[in-house]
Protein backbone atom coordinates (compact mmCIF):
# COMPACT_ATOMS: atom_id res chain seq x y z
CA UNK A 1 0.00 0.00 0.00
CA UNK A 2 1.45 3.39 -0.87
CA UNK A 3 0.71 6.22 1.72
CA UNK A 4 -1.82 8.51 1.48
CA UNK A 5 -1.19 12.42 1.46
CA UNK A 6 -1.07 12.90 5.03
CA UNK A 7 0.40 15.63 7.40
CA UNK A 8 3.05 14.22 10.02
CA UNK A 9 1.30 14.01 13.39
CA UNK A 10 2.85 17.30 14.96
CA UNK A 11 4.72 16.66 17.94
CA UNK A 12 4.53 12.96 18.01
CA UNK A 13 7.38 10.89 18.88
CA UNK A 14 9.06 9.53 16.15
CA UNK A 15 8.90 5.06 16.48
CA UNK A 16 11.53 2.79 14.59
CA UNK A 17 8.69 0.52 12.93
CA UNK A 18 5.77 2.56 12.88
CA UNK A 19 4.86 5.45 10.88
CA UNK A 20 2.58 8.29 12.57
CA UNK A 21 0.45 10.88 9.79
CA UNK A 22 -2.65 13.35 10.33
CA UNK A 23 -4.82 12.79 7.24
CA UNK A 24 -8.11 14.72 9.03
CA UNK A 25 -8.35 16.64 11.50
CA UNK A 26 -8.72 14.87 15.06
CA UNK A 27 -7.66 11.60 12.93
CA UNK A 28 -4.08 10.04 13.37
CA UNK A 29 -3.19 7.07 11.24
CA UNK A 30 -0.41 4.44 12.45
CA UNK A 31 1.05 2.58 9.93
CA UNK A 32 3.00 -0.56 10.90
CA UNK A 33 6.28 -0.30 8.81
CA UNK A 34 8.08 -2.86 8.38
CA UNK A 35 7.01 -4.18 4.53
CA UNK A 36 10.21 -5.84 4.16
CA UNK A 37 9.01 -8.25 7.28
CA UNK A 38 5.70 -7.90 5.88
CA UNK A 39 5.11 -5.83 8.76
CA UNK A 40 5.20 -8.87 11.23
CA UNK A 41 4.17 -8.11 14.78
CA UNK A 42 7.52 -8.42 16.98
CA UNK A 43 7.66 -7.87 20.61
CA UNK A 44 9.13 -3.65 19.63
CA UNK A 45 6.42 -3.36 17.38
CA UNK A 46 4.33 -4.27 20.21
CA UNK A 47 5.75 -1.72 22.42
CA UNK A 48 5.95 1.62 19.95
CA UNK A 49 2.16 0.34 18.75
CA UNK A 50 0.86 0.29 22.59
CA UNK A 51 2.69 3.78 23.01
CA UNK A 52 1.28 5.58 20.50
CA UNK A 53 -2.14 4.64 21.10
CA UNK A 54 -1.94 5.21 24.95
CA UNK A 55 -0.25 9.00 23.53
CA UNK A 56 -2.95 9.30 21.18
CA UNK A 57 -5.54 8.68 24.33
CA UNK A 58 -3.79 11.32 26.55
CA UNK A 59 -3.83 13.85 22.93
CA UNK A 60 -6.87 16.16 22.60
CA UNK A 61 -5.78 16.68 18.82
CA UNK A 62 -6.92 13.24 18.65
CA UNK A 63 -10.09 11.95 18.57
CA UNK A 64 -9.62 8.28 16.31
CA UNK A 65 -7.10 6.12 14.99
CA UNK A 66 -6.77 4.09 11.61
CA UNK A 67 -4.69 1.35 11.73
CA UNK A 68 -2.73 0.07 8.99
CA UNK A 69 -0.10 -2.02 7.23
CA UNK A 70 2.60 -0.37 4.74
CA UNK A 71 3.17 -2.54 1.69
CA UNK A 72 1.71 -5.27 0.39
CA UNK A 73 -0.44 -6.21 3.34
CA UNK A 74 -2.10 -5.40 6.86
CA UNK A 75 0.70 -7.71 8.64
CA UNK A 76 1.37 -11.40 7.99
CA UNK A 77 0.97 -11.88 12.40
CA UNK A 78 3.76 -12.43 15.12
CA UNK A 79 7.27 -12.71 14.07
CA UNK A 80 8.01 -16.08 14.58
CA UNK A 81 11.96 -15.51 13.74
CA UNK A 82 12.21 -13.42 17.10
CA UNK A 83 11.64 -14.08 20.73
CA UNK A 84 8.26 -12.33 21.45
CA UNK A 85 8.63 -12.45 25.39
CA UNK A 86 12.15 -10.92 25.32
CA UNK A 87 11.44 -7.35 27.31
CA UNK A 88 7.81 -7.47 27.06
CA UNK A 89 5.77 -4.14 27.41
CA UNK A 90 3.74 -5.87 29.94
CA UNK A 91 4.15 -8.38 32.52
CA UNK A 92 2.39 -11.70 32.35
CA UNK A 93 2.75 -14.18 35.52
CA UNK A 94 5.75 -16.86 34.32
CA UNK A 95 4.95 -20.62 33.45
CA UNK A 96 2.58 -22.38 31.18
CA UNK A 97 0.43 -19.66 28.67
CA UNK A 98 2.46 -16.67 29.89
CA UNK A 99 2.91 -15.57 26.37
CA UNK A 100 -0.61 -15.93 25.84
CA UNK A 101 -1.55 -14.14 28.99
CA UNK A 102 0.85 -11.21 27.46
CA UNK A 103 -1.32 -11.54 24.25
CA UNK A 104 -4.20 -11.57 26.06
CA UNK A 105 -3.39 -8.33 27.91
CA UNK A 106 -2.16 -6.85 24.88
CA UNK A 107 -5.37 -7.03 22.87
CA UNK A 108 -7.65 -5.84 25.76
CA UNK A 109 -5.54 -2.97 26.30
CA UNK A 110 -6.65 -1.98 22.88
CA UNK A 111 -10.34 -3.12 24.18
CA UNK A 112 -9.57 -0.42 27.06
CA UNK A 113 -8.86 2.51 25.31
CA UNK A 114 -10.57 5.96 25.97
CA UNK A 115 -10.58 6.65 22.25
CA UNK A 116 -11.43 4.28 18.97
CA UNK A 117 -9.11 2.17 16.78
CA UNK A 118 -9.98 1.41 13.18
CA UNK A 119 -8.46 -1.60 11.54
CA UNK A 120 -7.83 -0.80 7.47
CA UNK A 121 -7.13 -4.75 6.07
CA UNK A 122 -5.47 -4.75 2.99
CA UNK A 123 -3.95 -7.33 1.28
CA UNK A 124 -3.58 -10.28 3.89
CA UNK A 125 -4.09 -10.48 7.80
CA UNK A 126 -2.42 -13.68 9.09
CA UNK A 127 -3.16 -15.29 12.83
CA UNK A 128 -1.50 -13.00 15.24
CA UNK A 129 -2.35 -10.08 13.31
CA UNK A 130 -6.02 -10.90 12.89
CA UNK A 131 -6.04 -11.06 17.05
CA UNK A 132 -4.73 -7.50 16.51
CA UNK A 133 -7.62 -6.16 14.31
CA UNK A 134 -10.31 -8.23 16.43
CA UNK A 135 -8.64 -5.70 18.96
CA UNK A 136 -9.74 -3.15 17.01
CA UNK A 137 -13.35 -1.43 17.93
CA UNK A 138 -14.18 -1.70 13.82
CA UNK A 139 -12.43 -3.36 10.93
CA UNK A 140 -12.65 -2.75 7.58
CA UNK A 141 -11.19 -4.84 4.76
CA UNK A 142 -10.41 -4.56 1.30
CA UNK A 143 -12.95 -7.00 -0.63
CA UNK A 144 -10.11 -9.36 -2.15
CA UNK A 145 -8.04 -8.87 1.46
CA UNK A 146 -7.19 -12.63 2.68
CA UNK A 147 -8.00 -13.65 6.72
CA UNK A 148 -6.30 -16.59 7.81
CA UNK A 149 -5.61 -18.46 11.29
CA UNK A 150 -3.64 -21.54 9.88
CA UNK A 151 -1.48 -22.18 13.36
CA UNK A 152 -4.37 -24.00 14.25
CA UNK A 153 -3.39 -26.84 11.42
CA UNK A 154 0.31 -27.34 13.43
CA UNK A 155 0.20 -25.75 16.56
CA UNK A 156 -1.94 -24.86 18.72
CA UNK A 157 -5.31 -22.46 19.18
CA UNK A 158 -5.21 -18.45 19.04
CA UNK A 159 -3.41 -16.63 21.59
CA UNK A 160 -6.13 -14.58 22.17
CA UNK A 161 -9.16 -16.71 21.22
CA UNK A 162 -11.74 -14.22 19.18
CA UNK A 163 -13.76 -16.42 17.04
CA UNK A 164 -16.33 -17.69 19.36
CA UNK A 165 -17.14 -14.61 20.72
CA UNK A 166 -16.88 -12.20 17.63
CA UNK A 167 -18.54 -14.57 15.17
CA UNK A 168 -20.67 -17.12 17.07
CA UNK A 169 -20.24 -20.98 16.62
CA UNK A 170 -20.71 -22.51 13.67
CA UNK A 171 -18.75 -19.93 11.83
CA UNK A 172 -15.60 -19.79 14.25
CA UNK A 173 -15.91 -24.10 14.54
CA UNK A 174 -15.08 -23.83 10.71
CA UNK A 175 -12.63 -21.86 10.94
CA UNK A 176 -10.64 -23.36 13.91
CA UNK A 177 -11.28 -26.93 12.66
CA UNK A 178 -9.91 -26.10 9.13
CA UNK A 179 -7.66 -22.73 9.30
CA UNK A 180 -9.07 -22.07 6.05
CA UNK A 181 -8.42 -18.33 4.60
CA UNK A 182 -11.83 -16.03 4.10
CA UNK A 183 -11.83 -12.95 1.37
CA UNK A 184 -12.98 -9.66 2.86
CA UNK A 185 -16.42 -10.13 1.69
CA UNK A 186 -16.68 -13.18 4.08
CA UNK A 187 -15.39 -11.41 6.61
CA UNK A 188 -17.75 -8.76 6.42
CA UNK A 189 -20.18 -11.21 6.17
CA UNK A 190 -19.63 -13.68 9.15
CA UNK A 191 -19.15 -9.94 11.17
CA UNK A 192 -15.04 -10.39 11.52
CA UNK A 193 -15.18 -6.99 9.70
CA UNK A 194 -17.57 -4.06 10.05
CA UNK A 195 -17.79 -3.86 5.64
CA UNK A 196 -15.71 -4.28 2.63
CA UNK A 197 -14.23 -2.52 -0.23
CA UNK A 198 -12.93 -2.67 -3.40
CA UNK A 199 -9.63 -2.14 -2.68
CA UNK A 200 -8.75 0.91 -4.49
CA UNK A 201 -11.43 2.58 -2.31
CA UNK A 202 -10.43 1.27 1.27
CA UNK A 203 -8.27 3.98 2.36
CA UNK A 204 -10.71 6.92 1.25
CA UNK A 205 -13.97 4.78 2.74
CA UNK A 206 -11.83 4.22 5.76
CA UNK A 207 -10.86 7.56 6.62
CA UNK A 208 -14.45 8.97 5.67
CA UNK A 209 -15.70 6.70 8.69
CA UNK A 210 -12.74 8.09 10.71
CA UNK A 211 -14.08 11.78 9.61
CA UNK A 212 -17.12 11.10 11.11
CA UNK A 213 -16.19 9.75 14.39
CA UNK A 214 -14.17 12.52 14.88
CA UNK A 215 -16.95 14.81 14.72
CA UNK A 216 -18.26 13.72 17.63
CA UNK A 217 -16.46 15.19 21.26
CA UNK A 218 -14.11 12.44 22.61
CA UNK A 219 -16.06 12.63 26.11
CA UNK A 220 -18.67 11.30 24.56
CA UNK A 221 -17.12 8.81 22.35
CA UNK A 222 -15.26 7.01 24.94
CA UNK A 223 -18.78 6.47 27.52
CA UNK A 224 -19.95 5.46 23.80
CA UNK A 225 -17.10 3.07 23.27
CA UNK A 226 -17.04 1.46 26.61
CA UNK A 227 -21.08 0.83 26.71
CA UNK A 228 -20.51 -1.33 24.21
CA UNK A 229 -17.12 -3.50 26.02
CA UNK A 230 -19.27 -3.72 29.19
CA UNK A 231 -22.26 -4.91 27.67
CA UNK A 232 -19.64 -8.07 25.84
CA UNK A 233 -18.10 -8.26 29.55
CA UNK A 234 -21.27 -8.49 30.83
CA UNK A 235 -22.24 -11.02 28.62
CA UNK A 236 -18.85 -12.95 29.47
CA UNK A 237 -17.11 -12.72 26.38
CA UNK A 238 -13.54 -11.15 27.93
CA UNK A 239 -13.87 -13.96 30.58
CA UNK A 240 -14.41 -16.41 27.60
CA UNK A 241 -11.50 -15.22 25.70
CA UNK A 242 -9.28 -15.55 28.25
CA UNK A 243 -10.09 -18.64 29.52
CA UNK A 244 -8.80 -19.52 25.87
CA UNK A 245 -5.43 -19.09 27.17
CA UNK A 246 -5.17 -22.42 29.45
CA UNK A 247 -6.15 -24.34 26.04
CA UNK A 248 -3.36 -22.87 24.17
CA UNK A 249 -0.85 -23.74 26.95
CA UNK A 250 -2.11 -27.07 26.89
CA UNK A 251 -1.96 -27.36 23.21
CA UNK A 252 1.78 -26.50 23.72
CA UNK A 253 2.53 -29.71 25.22
CA UNK A 254 1.35 -31.65 21.98
CA UNK A 255 3.27 -34.00 19.76
CA UNK A 256 2.22 -31.33 16.97
CA UNK A 257 3.73 -28.34 19.46
CA UNK A 258 6.55 -30.34 19.64
CA UNK A 259 7.37 -30.91 15.68
CA UNK A 260 5.71 -27.38 15.34
CA UNK A 261 8.61 -25.69 17.38
CA UNK A 262 11.21 -27.64 15.51
CA UNK A 263 10.72 -25.27 12.79
CA UNK A 264 7.86 -22.53 13.40
CA UNK A 265 8.32 -20.59 10.50
CA UNK A 266 8.39 -23.42 7.79
CA UNK A 267 5.34 -25.04 9.56
CA UNK A 268 3.29 -21.80 9.10
CA UNK A 269 4.24 -21.48 6.09
CA UNK A 270 3.47 -25.13 5.11
CA UNK A 271 -0.09 -24.28 6.09
CA UNK A 272 -0.54 -21.22 5.08
CA UNK A 273 -0.20 -22.59 1.64
CA UNK A 274 -3.40 -22.53 -1.18
CA UNK A 275 -5.77 -25.82 -0.30
CA UNK A 276 -8.46 -27.47 -2.36
CA UNK A 277 -12.05 -27.21 -1.32
CA UNK A 278 -14.87 -28.99 -2.80
CA UNK A 279 -17.17 -26.04 -3.66
CA UNK A 280 -20.69 -27.58 -3.72
CA UNK A 281 -22.70 -24.77 -5.77
CA UNK A 282 -19.66 -24.64 -8.82
CA UNK A 283 -19.47 -27.84 -8.66
CA UNK A 284 -15.63 -27.55 -8.95
CA UNK A 285 -13.04 -27.61 -6.88
CA UNK A 286 -10.62 -24.30 -5.54
CA UNK A 287 -8.18 -23.23 -4.24
CA UNK A 288 -8.25 -21.46 -0.23
CA UNK A 289 -4.94 -20.51 1.51
CA UNK A 290 -2.59 -18.32 1.81
CA UNK A 291 0.58 -17.37 -0.42
CA UNK A 292 3.69 -18.85 0.18
CA UNK A 293 5.46 -15.39 1.10
CA UNK A 294 3.04 -14.43 3.95
CA UNK A 295 5.51 -15.15 6.60
CA UNK A 296 8.42 -13.29 7.80
CA UNK A 297 11.51 -15.04 7.92
Same mark, same amino acid.
Given at each position: ?????????????? $? &?????????????? !?????? *???????????????? =??????????????????????????????????????? $?????????????? *?????????????????????? =?????????????????????? $???????????????????????????????????????????????????????? &?????????????? *??????????????? !???????????????????????????????? *????? =???????????????????????????
Amino acid at each position: MTNQASAPADGAPS $Y &EFLLVNTPAEGVRQ !VTLNRP *DKRNAISTPLRAELLH =ALRAHDNDPRVRVTILRGAGACFSSGYDLSSSLMEDPPL $YSAPGDGQWARQAN *DTWFSLWDLAKPVIAQIHGYAI =AGATELASACDLVYVAEDARIS $YPVVRVASPPDWQYHTVLLGLRRAMELMLTGDAIDGVEAAHIGFANRAFPADRLAE &EVLAVAVRIAGVPS *DLTQINKRSVHRAFD !VWGARAAIRAGTELQALAAHTESAGRFRENAL *DAVKK =ASRPLWKWCPGQRKLSITGMPDCCYSD
